[in-house]
């Protein structure tokens, strides 16, 4: 074999839990360490070491993010209360991702890997919809509790100045109840209007945006506010240029809208519609684990992982000694990504080259038959077979 391909930079490695893990170190070995002289910096974020350094590990990741431009992310733990038990915690940790992005402040972007043989499961569907997620703020930097009867719930609001605004959430009776605040900053919503608006006109496709202004006509209706005014000012005319649209609605409206659509167009979502509608839109283009996603910063900088999770039940499947077959195509785009855009960044071609090969590859694999169960239950490919996780990779490699 020829020489391996030389980096300059280190890409920030964040390892991850469960079978994505296992995945993780598969995809290294036989698709990237062979044909790569990888350079990373590599931060353990397994739930294990998080709990070990309090988290700390994950700060850390973040601002060497910061601090590199470019990280791949294996899929990771949020603890809940069974993991608390499962993993002996010591407190119950926030997401990891929910940490990085509010670090970062960036905006996710995530697209469908499309291949011959796996059909949308909504029949008009023919191209891709990105999902574009706000990634700061609302409910995953909420703080809640638990109210009980006959208590009063406010917001309060003390300006610099010492003033205080109060307004009452409500007042509780008989019942005890729960409560929860949440805030965003008119900066954050700001990039992330732009980082949509830029990136519609990267791929030269229309944006659309929803929210539910209607009801929240404080908070969501600062969000439609903004997108506004930014359009107007910074992004009318080269929208128009460019002959696409900036389209804004109800986000009832949009689901339904979206559902009969062809596809081909952004659709920024708020956090919490993004995170949820991410995974509707990735099923139903085929599967979960066919998503791809990167958090992208105001001041350039990428992070990029698969958009589902840790796949818990094929872990407990590996860890009784049975095979598994696990998609890591998501995966392997992630790291493909990342390997692209620290080519790009560092002007080295040949590791622009190399990732777009192994995606190339990735997706011949697939179209000519060979695929993970997943992909082999939705195939309409005549010549199919499902492999497990491993074969699956040393097939892909066999066509890089
Ligand atoms: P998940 O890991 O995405 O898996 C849900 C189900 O989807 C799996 O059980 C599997 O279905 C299918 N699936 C997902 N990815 C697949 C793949 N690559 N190959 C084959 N099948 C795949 O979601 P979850 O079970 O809700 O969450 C598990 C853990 O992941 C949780 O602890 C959660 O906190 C974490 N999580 C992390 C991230 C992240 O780091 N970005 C995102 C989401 C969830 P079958 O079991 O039917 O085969
Ligand atoms: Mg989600």
């Known amino acids: 074999m020829a020489d391996k391909i030389q980096m300059t930079t280190p890409l920030v490695e964040m390892d991850g839990d469960e079978m994505t893990r296992i995945l993780w170190k ?29 988290d700390q590990v994950t700060f850390d990741s ?22 608390m038990s499962e993993y002996n915690l010591k407190e119950m940790w926030k997401s990891p991702n929910g940490t990085i992005r509010a ?4 905006t996710v972007f995530r697209t469908p890997i499309l291949v011959k043989g796996i ?29 009980p009867a006959n208590a009063k719930a406010e917001i309060v ?5 010492g003033t205080e605004t109060r307004t009452q959430i409500h007042a509780f009776g008989d019942s005890a109840g729960i ?58 005319t080269k929208f128009e240029a460019a002959g696409i649209e900036y389209f804004y609605t109800l986000i009832d409206d949009a689901v339904a809208r979206v559902v009969r659509s062809e596809g081909g167009f952004i659709w920024a979502c708020k956090n ?22 990167v958090l992208v910063s105001p001041d350039g900088v990428f992070e990029y992982e698969a958009a589902h999770g840790t796949v818990q039940r094929h872990y407990y499947k590996h860890l009784k000694g049975e095979t598994t077959s696990t998609n890591s195509v998501a995966t392997i785009f992630a790291w493909t990504g990342a390997l692209r855009k620290r080519g790009e960044m560092d002007g080295l071609k040949d590791l622009c080259d190399f990732a ?37 990779l040393r097939e892909i490699a066999k066509r890089i």
């Not at 294996?74 to 209360?81: G, R, S």
């Open 157 to 161: 609001v003390t300006a610099e100045d």
């Open 26 to 54: 598969m995809i290294k070995e036989i698709l990237i360490l062979p044909y790569v002289d990888l350079k990373t910096e590599y931060y353990d974020l397994g739930l294990e070491y998080r709990n070990e350094t309090n």
């Open 272 to 293: 919490y519609d993004g995170d949820v509608m991410s995974d509707m839109v990735a099923t139903a283009f085929g599967s979960l684990a066919m998503m791809t996603s």
């Open 62 to 83: 973040a601002y060497a993010t910061k601090k590199y431009g470019v990280a791949v992310k294996c899929a990771t733990i949020t603890p809940n209360a069974a993991r």
């Open 179 to 236: 409560v929860q605040g949440m805030h965003n900053v008119d900066a954050s919503i700001e990039s992330f209007a732009r980082a949509c608006f830029n990136y519609a006109l990267e791929l030269n496709e229309d944006l659309w945006f929803a929210t539910k202004d209607t009801i929240s006509k404080k908070y969501d209706h600062r969000f439609k506010d903004i997108f506004a005014e930014i359009y107007e000012k910074e992004y009318k």
């Open 119 to 147: 059909e949308p499961f909504v029949r008009s569907w023919k191209k891709p919809i990105s999902i574009a997620r706000h990634a700061y703020g609302d409910v995953y930097k909420g703080v809640e509790t638990t109210v």
């Open 356 to 392: 777009d090969r192994l995606e190339s590859a990735t997706i011949r694999t697939i179209e000519e038959g060979v695929m993970t169960k997943d992909l082999e239950i939705l195939s309409t490919l005549p010549n199919k077979r499902a492999v497990d996780s491993e074969t699956f």
């Open 103 to 106: 670090i970062l402040d960036g």
